[in-house]
């Protein structure tokens, strides 16, 4: 937790160090201004639980199957060089199973996870033929909700239950990106780009857990 947290602490440092003098902010240009729009395929990494009762802690691991997502950005900089983005995201992906890290065993797992995401980005982009090849790094918060759906299992002979919950909180978040860009026409491209995001670990009622997924892009800018 702690080298994702110092992760996230240079990541802000990255998006919020100056990107221009004063002197350059008087001499705005605005057609330097621009929007983003992208959708995303979210590959889930399993989550490690932890949670504690009675001065005692137990962990176990919850993995999800694949996700959604959507992004929406205003940004400013050049097409090829350096330029800064505020980035409204929205994630969710279902639950798949509860597996004890006592004895290995496995429940079948319903619920979900929900985030809206609000990044600060810095992104770096080059031009190779008519290709613009890009990298960035971003910094800011989750606002993640959990959902717990009523479910029963049978262990043995014996029959267990939840009445089904929900919990939030509020955690830093971090992401790394790259990929390509292509121009269709005079101010626009579309994208196709790899993004890491990850988060450090929140307290859902009682249980601390940490989120990250790998993630497939697909977007214009324009």
């Known amino acids: 937790m702690r080298t994702r947290t110092i992760l996230a602490a240079l990541m802000a440092v990255l998006v919020f160090s100056a990107q221009a003098s004063a002197d350059d902010m008087k001499k705005w240009e605005w057609d330097k201004l621009y929007i983003s729009l992208a959708g995303l395929y979210m590959m889930p990494e399993d989550s490690e639980l932890t949670f504690g009762d009675l001065g005692r802690t137990a962990k176990s691991d919850l993995s999800y199957d694949t996700g959604v997502g959507f992004l929406a950005a205003l940004g400013y900089g050049d097409d090829v060089g350096l330029r800064g983005e505020i980035e409204l995201g929205r994630r969710s992906a279902n639950f798949d199973k509860l597996t004890f890290n006592v004895g290995s065993a496995s429940l079948r797992y319903d619920g979900s996870i929900s985030m809206w995401t609000v990044m600060a980005n810095r992104i770096w982009a080059t031009e190779v033929s008519q290709l613009r090849p890009y990298v960035g790094a971003g910094a800011g918060f989750a606002f993640a909700t959990g959902e717990e759906e009523t479910q029963s299992w049978l262990v043995g002979d014996a029959e267990y ?62």
Do not use: C, W
């Open 161 to 222: 239950s939840s009445e089904g919950d929900d919990a939030s909180d509020t955690m830093v978040a971090y992401q790394l990106m790259l990929g390509v860009a292509y121009p269709v026409f005079d101010a626009a491209e579309i994208r196709l780009g790899y993004r890491y995001f990850g988060t450090n670990k929140g307290d859902f009622n009682g249980v601390k857990i940490s989120l990250s997924s790998h993630n497939v892009e697909v977007g214009f800018r324009f």
